[in-house]
């Protein structure tokens, strides 16, 4: 027990070594043009126990000088939340284009009996076979669920399995928030990450490295490293972006390990603060008279 206690105590600190190391090289592993490591480094320590660490440090510090000034905190939480809402409202339109392209795809096939669409208002002329098109609804959808998560988590849309939360004070509601940020939504989000990580960048270059990869070994391939972006479709003429898909489980995973963040630091300072600070700050969307009277209508 000592010894795992001092081996956490111990890279917590070198977090901080290698946060400052990072800020003060950053060439090290941001010349993706001229130095092929660099690609490497960054490749490596997107998904490390030194990433990581280095997360934690942040998230400890953020904690300890919003506890002492609590103003910062909120800040933090606004910036954060406002993050999630932006994003989310903005990526919510992919559910009318995803519906607006299936009717396009069926009039057109089934009424007009064409096989393919081209699209070209800037001169460079885009042709696919419709099964493309209906196969890329699949990434409107991944969007919604991938970039609208931490959104719909603000605006308290997530189904919430209730057992024991209604029955207990504002306090206890707080700290119940604050354990579930801390060891089921931050940590599940890490775990994505880290698995997530090295499955995207599998898809982008080449050769292709496994998780369980050294820094050394990793370095030994850096002359052979080329981009390689995989555009293979289940069928001939289907969807052939699927690194999309990749790319969008990294960005869910990051905005919710963010999203997270806020949610404890929001429960911390309403638990700090008492009753009358819930809810401070928040920008929840508002129906108008009508949409609400519908959506009452439909539950």
Do not use: C
Not at 124 to 129: A, G, M, P, R, S
């Amino acid at each position: 027990m000592a010894d795992a206690l001092s081996w956490v105590a111990a890279q917590l600190l070198q977090g901080f070594v290698n946060l400052y190391t990072a800020l003060s090289n950053p060439m090290a592993w941001l010349n993706w043009v001229d130095d092929p490591e660099s690609v490497i480094r960054f490749i490596y320590y997107g998904a490390s126990k030194e990433f990581l660490f280095i997360i934690v440090d942040l998230f400890l510090v953020i904690t300890v000088v919003g506890v002492l000034y609590r103003p910062f905190l909120w800040g933090v939480v606004r910036v954060i939340e406002g993050f999630s809402n932006s994003v989310g409202r903005f990526f919510a339109w992919a559910g009318l284009i995803m519906v607006l392209q299936q009717v396009m795809i069926v009039f057109l096939q089934r009424i007009f009996r064409v096989s393919e669409i081209s699209i070209g208002p800037f001169g460079t002329v885009f042709t696919k076979d419709l099964s493309w098109f209906g196969e890329e609804l699949k990434l409107y959808n991944a969007m919604i669920v991938a970039l609208v998560a931490a959104y719909t988590f603000v605006q308290g849309g997530h189904v919430r399995v209730d057992l024991v939360y209604a029955r207990v004070g504002f306090r206890a509601k707080r700290v119940i928030d604050m354990f579930g940020s801390l060891f089921f939504i931050m940590p599940t989000m890490f775990l994505i990450w880290m698995f997530g990580w090295f499955f995207m960048w599998r898809s982008l270059v080449t050769p292709k490295f496994p998780a369980s990869a050294t820094l050394e070994k990793m370095m030994s391939k850096a002359p052979y490293l080329k981009e390689n972006i995989e555009l293979i479709g289940f069928s001939p003429s289907g969807f052939n972006a699927y690194f999309l898909f990749k790319v969008l489980l990294i960005s869910f995973a990051f905005m919710m390990i963010a999203q997270g963040a806020a949610f404890f630091y929001r429960s911390l300072l309403e638990f700090i603060e008492g009753k009358d600070s819930e809810g401070k700050y928040l920008d929840l969307d508002k129906l108008n008279d009508e949409t609400a009277e519908i959506a009452a209508a439909i539950h």
